[in-house]
């Protein structure tokens, strides 16, 4: 099924589908899934934190996928619904690691009828830093660097202070932990992180709902041998020839799409026929 930009085809889903989530992440999925004529039912029932915490009470032993997958299969049981969706962040990786910051976000949608599980991600680089120092001023340029709705998380005496919101918030946080004198002052240096909670956090925000977005377009993605949801480029075959003197290069020469319900596969001949020879290690060594 080909579809133009910023078309939806409507995919062969009847029910609601049961979002597991103590963030609020179900006012960034929904409008998407609104596309498609369903609708989202978001659930508490379990505390996600017990799988693991960015801010480290909790170790995270599960991949993103299995997370994802274990919080879909979740909502499936605490909702009774068909359709479970399971949604996980993680940061680090990306084309820099260790240099650039990069935000991944994972939404994995489960059929419990039939056992398929669609898988959709986004990833961008975010601007989230963390700061250590004793200089009040500094602590405010940072913090003015950054989304004014971006939580924040101090490490105090008694433990961590989460959801720090502004810079009063912060200031608050300060005083009630003693960091903070009376003439305005920092009394030692203080550590504050980005709180990566969902909620808490505009730039994961913004990759959740590409996430989304990428989801409704492989529900809708319909396999032309079995008819089900997320036939989808899987993979690529590389070998295009050099236009100047026919090595093979290692530029894409065909894409393969993949049903992920019946493994039905089709390869799609890449626009181009014949590669840049500044691509060619024959004609450009």
């Known amino acids: 099924m080909n579809l133009s930009p910023g078309q939806v085809a409507k995919a062969p889903f009847a029910e609601p589908v049961a979002l597991l989530t103590r963030h609020h992440k179900a006012a960034l999925i929904a409008p998407e899934l609104a596309k498609l004529g369903l609708s989202l039912i978001a659930t508490d029932a379990y505390d996600t934190d017990q799988l693991g915490t ?147 956090c505009p730039p994961r925000q913004v990759v959740i709902q590409q996430a989304a977005a990428q989801l409704v377009q492989r529900m809708s993605a319909l396999c032309p041998q079995c008819d089900a949801p997320d036939f989808w480029v899987n993979g690529c075959e590389r070998g295009l020839p050099c236009r100047d003197c026919g090595f093979l290069t290692s530029q894409i020469r065909s894409t393969i799409k993949r049903c992920s319900r019946c493994d039905h596969q089709e390869h799609q001949p890449a626009p181009a026929t014949w590669a840049d020879p500044m691509h060619c290690p024959n004609c450009n060594p």
């Open 54 to 200: 960015f801010s480290g009470e909790v170790a995270r032993t599960l991949s993103p996928l299995d997370c994802a997958r274990t919080k879909a299969r979740l909502a499936c049981e605490l909702t009774g619904c068909t359709f479970g969706l399971g949604s996980e962040g993680s940061f680090g990786g990306g084309p820099f690691p260790g240099i650039v910051p990069w935000n991944d976000e994972l939404l994995l949608l489960y059929d419990q009828m039939t056992g398929q599980e669609i898988v959709a991600h986004a990833g961008m680089a975010v601007a989230l830093n963390s700061v250590e120092t004793d200089e009040l001023a500094q602590l405010r340029q940072h913090l003015a660097k950054h989304d004014a709705k971006q939580g924040w998380i101090l490490q105090g005496p008694d433990g961590w202070q989460k959801g720090l919101q502004g810079e009063p918030a912060v200031l608050a946080a300060l005083t009630s932990s003693a960091f903070l004198s009376s003439d305005g002052r920092l009394r030692q240096a203080v550590l504050l992180q980005p709180d990566l909670r969902a909620h808490m």
